[in-house]
């Protein structure tokens, strides 16, 4: 009849995808993953190499953001959880495991989390109240957190930034950061001088703000 027509009907999901891994979000918050489970990229626990059917993860998902490296869910109740490859501490669970294969909570961040971003074995949130919290490798200073070459395996504040936070961009090892006001900051990688600052200062480590370039509206980087 009419009623179980309706309740037969498939739910859409949302699909999230990187290069070798699928995952399924359903309105009703729960989580499936199929196609390769290279650094645990799956998320079920196995250590299976790869899945053609979907595998159940997890339920009571709000989001979830992934790279080619790891995988993060945002939880109804604002809570992040993180699994995937961990070489550099990128899933922020304050594990020194190679990679995690199940989801785990990631402890350290105040507010609710607004998006995720990543760079090369890099991890960031941005908050609602635009606080960023930023763990992962940290060879060239992109961490923003004024720390030289220390992985960082849980998130830390990254202090410096004033404004509400219209764009952020990572660009590999740099990082670039453009408030509503339109000021612009910026630190990571300045090998060649990318940052605008003189290659005398090769890594700038927390963020610094851009002075005489005027109002910026858009930011645009090469990879």
């Known amino acids: 009849d009419e009623n179980n027509t309706s309740s037969n009907e498939p739910k859409t999901a949302k699909i999230i995808m990187n290069d070798y891994t699928r995952y399924a979000l359903f309105p009703d918050g729960s989580l499936f993953a199929w196609g390769s489970n290279q650094y645990g990229l799956l998320g079920s626990g196995s250590d299976a190499v790869n899945s053609e059917k979907p595998v159940y993860i997890t339920e009571n998902i709000k989001e979830i953001f992934a790279d080619d490296n790891a995988t993060y869910a945002v939880t ?10 961990n070489d550099y501490g990128q899933t922020g669970t304050g594990n020194d495991a190679a990679y995690i294969n199940i989801p785990t909570k ?3 961040i105040t507010g609710n989390i607004k998006q995720i971003y990543t760079g090369v074995y890099s991890s960031y949130a941005l908050t609602e109240d635009n606080s960023i919290y930023a763990w992962g490798q940290n060879k060239n200073g992109q961490l923003g957190l004024g720390l030289d070459n220390v992985t960082v ?11 509400n936070i ?8 740099s990082v670039y950061v ?4 339109n000021t612009l900051y910026l630190w990571g990688n300045n090998m060649d001088g990318q940052l ?5 200062n090769p890594i700038i480590n927390t963020p610094q703000k851009v002075e ?3 109002a910026v509206k858009n930011v645009y980087t090469a990879q």
């Not at 109804?76 to 490859?85: I, P, Q, R, V």
């Not at 395996?153 to 404004?163: F, L, R």
């Open 76 to 85: 109804n109740d604002n809570s992040l959880y993180a699994w995937g490859n």
């Open 106 to 108: 990631v402890n350290g």
């Open 153 to 163: 395996n849980t998130p830390e504040k990254v202090n410096g930034i004033t404004g």
């Open 166 to 173: 219209k764009e952020f961009i990572t660009n590999r090892y």
């Open 178 to 181: 453009l408030t509503y006001d």
């Open 196 to 200: 605008g600052f003189s290659a005398e």
């Open 212 to 214: 005489n370039i005027g």
